[in-house]
């Protein structure tokens, strides 16, 4: 599936830890700005049938603002729900048996800082390539972190899209995209700012 690259969808938006029932009224509102290309679902510790439900129900909103659905580590899961596509991190399964289940569909692999990682998931045709942490993030603990040389070197490497992830807000994310990231992934600034609400938050993002 082709990725189209548009200045004004940069927000690769993540999903927060949990999801509780008022979480689908915040991402229709935050969908509607019209600034989001992809939403990740990360689902952790929930039955199959709990990831379902929540996968379907997202895929629907997500279907409506034209965003792509992205199931994060679970390649089945993405299949099952017919989402647009998955992430793999490198502890996940590789992209050639991904790809089997997948089909054509996307499949976006995390390089965390490293351009070796980047040139295998290049030559195993991965839709897209993640770098980061470019910041401290408040998601998940930060065991690699990256800075926009790499961004450009990746530039010169591939003509891929480059997500930027890690730490990304209001005050650092210009310097991202000036950098030639395509896409920023975010999911604290948004879910979990304590003076912003997830439609401002995204609004600070022009």
Wanted: net charge positive; glycine share 4%.
């Amino acid at each position: 599936m082709k990725i189209i690259n548009s200045k004004k969808k940069f927000i690769y938006l993540i999903s927060p830890n949990k999801i509780n029932k008022i979480f689908f009224k915040k991402l229709k509102k935050v969908l509607s700005l019209n600034k989001t290309a992809f939403f990740q679902l990360r689902m952790k510790n929930l039955s199959k049938k709990r990831k379902i439900n929540i996968a379907r129900k997202v895929k629907r909103i997500c279907e409506s603002f034209k965003v792509k659905f992205i199931i994060n580590d679970d390649p089945v899961l993405a299949k099952q729900v017919k989402a647009d596509g998955c992430h793999l991190g490198q502890k996940d399964m590789s992209i050639l048996k991904a790809r089997k289940i997948l089909g054509r569909r996307i499949i976006g692999i995390t390089c965390h800082n490293s351009i070796r990682l980047a040139k295998v998931a290049i030559n195993n045709k991965a839709d897209y390539l993640a770098f980061g942490a470019f910041y401290l993030s408040k998601t998940k603990k930060t065991n690699y972190r990256a800075d926009v040389k790499i961004l450009n070197k990746a530039k010169k490497l591939t003509k891929l899209p480059i997500v930027a992830i890690g730490g990304i807000n209001n005050e650092n994310y210009k310097k991202l995209l000036l950098n030639k990231a395509n896409f920023l992934a975010i999911s604290s600034y948004v879910w979990e700012n304590k003076k912003l609400k997830p439609v401002d938050a995204i609004k600070k993002l022009k």
